[in-house]
């Protein structure tokens, strides 16, 4: 009678093993395929602002190699300064690049033809699936083609890849997150990450954005160190752990919050009780190979052991050695509880008497660096940060409960309960994921473009939720068939006297990490308000620890299960055995899931939310995947006009300029103007230098006659943004404010918002707006009365909509250009070095002399005087005092 079910059961068992390939299978396709709008619509288009400059950077690094990558000294930006590329990137993005194009070149070209009568089940079975409604089946091809792809398409390419890298991991996190490590957890979570918007964002094909790849990379490493922690033998991943930490460090600065996640997971594992010799392994081999390949990548250097925001995980560091000493203290004096605790004190106190030391020696020389204004303004109460060119980004104010709803949708609502069945098991994973939950909300809730960090946690929790139903469902069945149900286990705890000469270990025959206990010979009838048993370790458990919140623990549960009535456990655990064992009960569960499940796909709205979740992640695709520099839009009789004025407008530049043409237009511009126009731009989105882009802000801002002035010595063309709808004109108060911050004589300490340069309520311009060069070389001809004097600006081109005007200066210096030009003008910090700085040329020393250095704390200028900007946000929000 046991063979029948046991093949019966064993073949169930592999047809849903078979589904759940399958469906994983189909989910990285989807992931793959929602992601390549922008290329079917547009081709292999970069898009937006930094990929540009990401994808150039891969480029150099293609052709020049590693070493020289590392030394360049870009001087075709932020002209006349240049930029230390080497020394200012996060490279990995570049490096996989790159590796991917080598790797590619050593496979040769290939095409294999596909036999057609071979593929003719599998039509038919595609078939079955389109008709069940399943929607994005891989295609099947004719031919299997192979070519090596240019660095471009790579690039294009690179962030729909890896975007199946992170829904593959994501899930991967939510197993180990999930009570009894479900599959159906980690099915479900792969495709809920495959196509959840908040996913989409940095990832659409053409999106050569450092979060493209980091998430991918976060995502592995925070199951790499969940996993490292699950039992006492597990550290080895932390090696994993500490090897893809590295690689996510040289992918993108919001490395510091990996670090950061994993640091205080780690001393949260102290406060509940569970250190252990595997945890202590795990974090201290984590810490130090991933900080030793931090420090190699040059934009890192020294920060793990000098940076404000990276201090917290190097002392979590510090405090394990110490934890670790006290326990091996502990093993081989025999310490009971007491002796422990005391111990343990005594060492703490010296190790912070010594800490506090080296800190008081320190802290007066300026080693350690203060908190930058991004990662400052996320702790403070309210959303500015005092510098008024962080404040002018739209990315970095608050996220809308609008923006949860459009990002996160319907895997938000039911992300709660995943949190809850999560609750049934607390492994140290669950804990990581709560703790997740809680920095992501917050974070987001301050910076609107960290909602992507949101998508992995999000889609883990509601994987969670799902793939339980998916267990609730199928357990049933797996009964009836012969699997074995709960025979129930111990329940309560006892705090029995511990001493340490032989600690209590783990048996190790035991698969689940658990130890065996021995069944008393004859059981004893429990009398009312006794629950003891003896103490059973769970998996993440090393031995019965003395002392400390472990023992505190157990003295809270032990007094818990000692106020229940005596028989309600085991009525509980009957009624558990009985579920699992009575056939009768085991038919009405499968009998209830089976109408419960029906009912709500058809008339519960579960297949409609669902459907409409799906359309809805399909149409955020579609709108993130216009590049910017070219986009769609629908017209009045319903057809699509592609428009390429950006495009186009870059285009003209290139060929129609000389090679050493200098372009002057806001930050925004520069990497598209070194990456499409391939010319010298003045400053770009990395904003190293606000007094350089002040300058930039206040000139353009000026009134044309002195912006001139000034501009003939920097640039040969000016590019403007026109058309309306987020051209210039509509960024001009703040190129007006992030001047005035360093030019107070702009518009004033007594208009710290630079309300003089704005426009009326009727759309007119204020007095100051209307005389500077930026209003006039937008509005040229096209407002009443405005037309730019063609002895100083002379329009050279304007696209076929309108949206960029390109302007030649009249009269450029060529003494200055050529002055700029000289390496002998460059400041090198040491004689032969290749990092050497660019200077102004000396016909600008009078507008810079006005210069004020501001308060940048990131860049360590502390000497810098406070602009009336930063001074008034101070007052607003902090009362007068430091933000």
Not at 178 to 192: C, D, E, K, L
Not at 303 to 314: T, V
Not at 364 to 370: A, I, R
Not at 531 to 546: A, F, G, Q, S, Y
Request: proline share 5%.
């Amino acid at each position: 009678m046991d063979l029948p079910f046991f093949l019966l059961r064993t073949i169930f068992k592999l047809i849903v093993i078979v589904v759940q390939v399958l469906v994983v299978l189909w989910f990285l396709w989807v992931s793959y395929d929602i992601r390549l709008y922008p290329i079917k619509d547009f081709g292999y288009i970069i898009h937006e602002f930094d990929p540009w400059f990401n994808y150039r950077a891969t480029e150099y690094l293609a052709e020049h190699g590693l070493d020289k990558f590392f030394k360049w000294y870009d001087y075709e930006s932020w002209y006349p300064l240049g930029r230390p590329v080497g020394t200012t990137i996060y490279p990995g993005m570049q490096m996989a690049g790159v590796a991917i194009w080598e790797t590619m070149k050593k496979i040769p070209a290939f095409s294999y033809k596909v036999d057609q009568k071979m593929l003719f089940p599998v039509k038919a079975f595609y078939s079955t699936l389109r008709y069940m409604g399943f929607m994005r089946l891989p295609p099947m091809p004719k031919a299997i083609n192979f070519v090596p792809m240019s660095v471009n398409d790579i690039c294009c390419m690179m962030p729909a890849w890896f975007a199946v890298v992170a829904a593959l991991f994501c899930g991967l996190l939510a197993m180990e997150v999930s009570p009894y490590r479900s599959v159906n957890a980690f099915v479900m979570t792969v495709g809920i990450m495959a196509i959840i918007p908040a996913g989409l964002m940095r990832s659409v094909a053409g999106e050569f954005d450092n979060e493209a790849v980091a998430m991918a990379v976060i995502c592995a490493t925070f199951f790499l160190w969940i996993r490292s922690v699950r039992t006492p033998s597990s550290w080895p991943f932390g090696v994993l752990a500490g090897l893809s930490y590295a690689y996510m460090v040289a992918t993108w600065g919001g490395y510091i919050f990996v670090l950061n996640m994993i640091g205080v997971h780690a001393l949260m594992l102290v406060g509940l009780g569970r250190f252990n010799s595997g945890v202590y392994k795990a974090y201290t081999l984590f810490f130090v190979i991933g900080t030793f390949g931090a420090i190699q990548i040059p934009v890192v250097g020294l920060q793990p052991f000098r940076s404000m925001e990276q201090l917290g995980p190097l002392g979590v560091f510090l405090g394990y050695q110490v934890l670790a000493f006290c326990d091996a203290r502990r093993r081989s004096a025999g310490m009971d509880a007491k002796e422990f605790a005391v111990f343990r004190i005594k060492v703490f106190v010296a190790f912070g008497l010594a800490l506090g030391a080296v800190v008081v020696v320190l802290l007066p020389t300026g080693y350690f660096g203060p908190l930058s204004s991004r990662i400052r303004g996320l702790f403070v109460k309210h959303t500015k940060t005092g510098n008024p060119l962080v404040d002018s980004v739209a990315e970095h104010q608050p996220a809308s409960p609008s923006m949860y709803q459009a990002y996160l949708n319907l895997p938000l609502d039911y992300a709660y309960y995943g949190g809850l069945i999560c609750l049934w098991k607390r492994t140290n994973g669950v804990y990581f994921l709560f703790l997740y939950c809680f920095v992501a909300s917050h974070f987001s809730g301050k910076m609107s473009r960290l909602v992507l960090i949101c998508a992995p946690v999000v889609s883990v929790a509601c994987g969670v939720w799902c793939g339980f139903l998916l267990d609730q469902i199928l357990e049933p069945f797996l009964l009836l068939l012969g699997k074995k149900g709960f025979k129930g286990s111990a329940v309560a705890i006892e705090t029995p006297p511990v001493s340490n000469s032989k600690p209590q270990a783990k048996q190790k025959n035991d698969k689940k990490g658990k130890e065996k206990e021995k069944e008393p010979e004859k059981p004893k009838k429990k009398a009312k308000g006794s629950n003891k048993t003896k103490i059973e370790l769970e998996e993440w458990d090393e031995d019965v620890r003395p002392g400390g919140m472990a023992q505190l623990k157990r003295t809270f549960k032990a007094s818990v299960y000692e106020s229940l009535p005596g028989d309600l456990m085991d009525t509980l655990k009957e009624a558990r055995v009985k579920m699992d064992n009575d056939k009768n009960w085991v038919l009405g569960r499968a009998f209830c899931v089976v109408v419960i499940l029906f009912a709500e796909w058809n008339f519960g709205g579960l297949s409609r939310k669902v459907r409409t979740f799906v359309n809805h992640a399909d149409q955020v695709a579609r709108s993130l995947s216009n590049p910017q520099v070219v986009y769609q839009v629908q017209q009045r009789d319903g057809t699509m006009l592609k428009v390429d004025d950006y495009l186009k407008g870059y285009q003209w530049i290139d060929q129609n300029t000389p090679k050493d043409s200098r372009v002057m237009a806001w930050w925004d511009y520069g990497y598209q103007i070194t990456g499409i126009a391939r010319r010298t731009s003045i400053a770009d989105g990395n904003t190293w230098n606000h007094e350089h882009i002040a300058t930039l802000g206040r000139t353009l801002t000026s009134p044309e006659k002195r912006a001139w002035n000034a501009i003939r010595h920097l640039a040969d063309y000016v590019l403007v943004w026109a058309g309306g709808h987020g051209d210039d004109l509509g960024k001009s108060p703040h190129l007006a404010r992030i001047g005035n911050s360093v030019f107070p004589d702009h518009c004033g300490d007594d208009d710290p918002k630079c309300n003089k340069f704005s426009f009326y309520q009727d759309g007119s311009p204020t007095p100051m707006m209307a005389r500077s060069l930026l209003y006039k070389l937008v509005k040229n001809g096209l407002a009443p009365g405005v037309k730019v004097n063609e002895n100083l600006f002379q329009e050279v081109h304007s696209t076929k909509f309108g949206l960029m005007r390109v302007y030649k200066v009249m009269n450029v210096s060529q003494e200055s250009k050529d002055w700029v030009a000289d390496p002998k003008n460059r400041v090198c910090d040491a004689p032969g070095s290749w990092y050497c700085v660019g200077q102004y040329p000396p016909a600008l020393e009078k507008l810079i002399a006005k210069r004020r250095n501001f308060a940048q704390v990131e860049d360590f200028n502390r000497g810098g005087a406070k602009s009336a900007y930063t001074r008034m946000i101070e007052k607003e929000y902090g009362g007068g005092g430091e933000l």
